[in-house]
Structure formats: C-alpha cells, structure tokens
C-alpha cells in the first residue's frame, strides 16, 4: 500500500482536475437552489387561482407574501451558523427535508391563517439553502474555478423562478392551485434521497472539527485511487479555530462584514423592486399587458446570463475589476428606464442590462463572502449577509409602492431606484477584500 504522509486538502484540491464527484455534488447543490427558486415564487404564480377559488380581494396575500420572505430572512440568520457548528452536509439535509414538508403542508391549508404560517415556517428551511449549498460547492471546487462554480449553482434560483412559472402554468389549469405544492413539496424529499447518499461534507469543516476518519471517508470517494494509500496527516493551508456570530467582527473582519451586508441590502433593495414592480411599471409606460409581463422576464434572463459571465470574469480578473463596472453600469441602466417610455426595444434592452448587473450582482456578492471568510466562518459569513440583505427585499417592492402613491413620476422613480447600485459600485471600490485575488 503506498503511503503519503501527509496532504494539505486545499492545495490538493487546488491542483486536481473537477473530476465526476465534483460534478455531481454541483449538480445536487445546482437542484437544490432550482427548487429553492421554485418554491419562493410559487405563491405568486398561483396567487390568481387561489385568490378565485377563495373569494379572497388581492391585498389579502400581502401578509402571506410578507411571512414567505420574513421566513427566508430568519432561516438563513439561523441555519448558516448551525452549518459552521454541524456541517454543511447536516444541515442541506434538514432544511431540504423542513422545505419540502411545508411545501407539501402548504398543499392542504384550508384558512388564510394556516397559509401565512406555513409559508413562513417553510421560508426557514428555504433560508438555509442557498448559503449552505454555495458554502460546500465553494469547498469542493479548485481555486482557479471557485467562484465560476458558486455562481453557476446560484444560477439555479432564477432558473427555478422561471420552470417555477411553467409548472405552474401546465398544473393550475389542469389540477388546481394546490397541485403546484404537492409537486414543489414531493420534488425535494425525492433529492433528499440522492443527497443522503451523494452529498459531502466538506473536508474542511470535517478537517477544523478534528474528523480525520470521516475526512478521509469522503477524500476517497473523491479519488478513488486514494484508496490504497495511506495518509498519515491531513491538513489545511488555513489555520484551524472554531468560530461563531461575533466572530465575524474580529480580526479586522468588522469592516468587512458591515460592507457585505450593506452590499447586499442595497443590491436586494433594487432587484427586489425591479423584480416586482417592473411589469406593472411598464404597463403605465404604455406596453401591453403582454410586453409587460416579457419586460419582467427580461429582467431575469439577463440575471441568468449575468450570473453565469460574470463569475467567470471574476476568477479570470477579481471581484473589483468585474463588480465595480457592474454596478456602475446597473446604475446607469436603471436610471434611463425611466427616460424611455413604451419604446420596448431600448426598455428590453436595459432591462436585459439591469438584470444582468444587479440579478447577476447578488450572486457575486455571496461569492465575495465566501472568498473572504475562512472555513469555520464561511456559512455564517454568507448567511448573514444574505439574511441582513433579505431586509431589503422586502423594503423594495414597499418602498416602490409608497412612491408610487405618492405619484412620483417614472423618471424620477427610476432615478432613485438607481442610487443602490451607485452606492453598490462605490462600496465595492471601498472593500479591500475586492482587490484581492480569489482565494480559498
């Protein structure tokens, strides 16, 4: 049996090619955030048969709205630290679980009532995904293709926003409204499943709690050929210490922490608006109802292109060579929305732009997170941020419609709605940890 004594897990990983184990944790992480999508826009989706087979007036769900967000908010400030203390792998497993049974509760409500708490208690497990699932593909990916990796698996949360609406579309006419949580709610338990047998933990984690053995475990399913080896030292390139919330504030990390979450705030703040307001802010342009509802998706197509090009921009160039330009260019796109009334070639245009830079924006403010923090920080680090940034997307769609009755004209509500994004570039200028090369 040949012996290595020892192998520092970092750079081996750094220095092996993305092999089939790799592909198949992104795929599972890819899944998880496509359903993750799904899931927080399905109430909109069947919101009009629900509303019909109810008796209910629309401003009735606006608290059912509220609760799927304020859950979401909440899971990810709860479960990212539970990750850094349990594993990564634990803690994909019972929010998939947690999310998938409220999905397929929520099926069955019979009251309004019952239907705010479970789609907040469903929003709590929902928080826990996505920072997880970035943290651990994060962890299995080589240095030159990390945040690629990240933000091609956050891409799966518009895809899923999206297939969300045609499954609605084929299910509501043909099975009721309830059918479209009974599917969301038996789709996650199923890659439950596939996850109990598939998915890592990272060997990080397992490296910083003193889990040799389990390390070991997971470094030969890997890489099979490990198997005949025997390793008599695992270690990591950084140091190992256990970590907590207020540990984020340490070690010079203050600076860093209140910026990611401003980033955040401010970047949810605009998409979150966009995303909302946009076809019915385009209806008031004079656009059909149909090219109002295309302007809206336009939004998310350019954030599907965004989310996959700039990720690959950002291992190639760095965060601030990539992000700065990008939020000044959000900026100005949003500010000319404004400008151009129901000429939908230039609307879709900028449209296609804003979603580019601020949908395709978010992940790449979680990737900055991720490459910033340490292991033992590193789900705390970016669940905190998108649970602080979480506020503002319920601030948006809000705000929007307080300036709204205050019959704020179009330009100078696009004008504002631009300043986020100013903030965001010059915030990103401001940060240190953007200048620097991406990093494990």
Not at 282 to 292: E, H, N, P
Not at 316 to 336: D, E, T, Y
């Amino acid at each position: 049996m040949a012996q290595a004594s020892s192998l520092e897990i970092d750079v081996w990983l750094d220095q092996r090619p993305l092999g089939g184990f790799q592909r198949r944790l992104l795929l599972l992480c890819g899944l998880l955030m496509i359903l993750d999508g799904v899931d927080v826009q399905a109430m909109a989706y069947v919101a009009p048969a629900l509303l019909a087979d109810w008796g209910l007036a629309k401003p009735s769900l606006g608290p059912v709205f509220s609760a799927g967000l304020l859950g979401l908010l909440l899971g990810a400030l709860l479960f990212s630290p539970l990750a850094d203390r349990f594993g990564r792998r634990a803690l994909l497993l019972l929010c998939t679980l947690w999310f998938g049974l409220g999905m397929l509760a929520t099926a069955f409500a019979a009251t309004l009532e019952h239907l705010l708490w479970l789609r907040f208690l469903t929003g709590l497990g929902l928080g826990g995904i996505m920072p997880n699932a970035m943290a651990l593909a994060g962890e299995y990916s080589p240095l030159r293709r990390r945040v690629s990796m990240m933000m091609l698996i956050s891409c799966g949360f518009t895809v899923g926003a999206l297939l969300g609406g045609l499954l609605a579309a084929w299910l509501v006419p043909a099975h009721g409204w309830r059918a479209v949580f009974a599917v969301g709610g038996a789709a996650p338990l199923l890659l439950a499943l596939w996850m109990w047998r598939q998915l890592p933990e990272s060997l990080q984690f397992l490296l910083s709690r003193q889990r040799r053995e389990q390390a070991l475990f997971w470094l030969r399913r890997l890489d099979p050929a490990m198997s005949g080896t025997t390793v008599s030292c695992l270690t990591l390139r950084e140091p190992v210490a256990a970590a907590s919330l207020p540990h984020l504030f340490r070690a010079g990390r203050a600076r860093l922490t209140l910026t990611l979450w401003t980033l955040s705030f401010l970047n949810l703040l605009l998409l979150y608006f966009l995303s909302n307001w946009m076809p019915a802010l385009a209806r008031d342009a004079g656009l059909d109802t149909q090219s109002a509802i295309l302007a809206g998706a336009a939004l998310q197509l350019g954030g599907v292109a965004g989310t996959l090009l700039l990720g690959i921009w950002i291992d190639r160039l760095g965060f601030l060579r990539v992000m700065l330009p990008s939020f000044a260019l959000a900026a100005a796109a949003v500010a000319m929305l404004g400008q151009l009334g129901a000429q939908q070639a230039g609307l879709f245009g900028l449209l296609f732009a804003a979603g580019f830079c601020v949908v395709g924006g978010q992940p790449a403010i979680n990737a900055l997170a991720a490459n910033a923090y340490p292991t033992s920080l590193r789900a705390t680090g970016v669940g905190w941020s998108l649970g602080v940034g979480r506020v503002g997307s319920v601030l948006g769609p809000w705000l929007g419609g307080e300036l709204l009755r205050q019959d704020w004209s179009l330009a100078s509500l696009f004008m504002l709605a631009a300043t986020p994004a100013l903030l965001a570039a010059w915030l990103v200028w401001m940060c240190p940890q953007a200048e620097r090369p991406v990093a494990g």
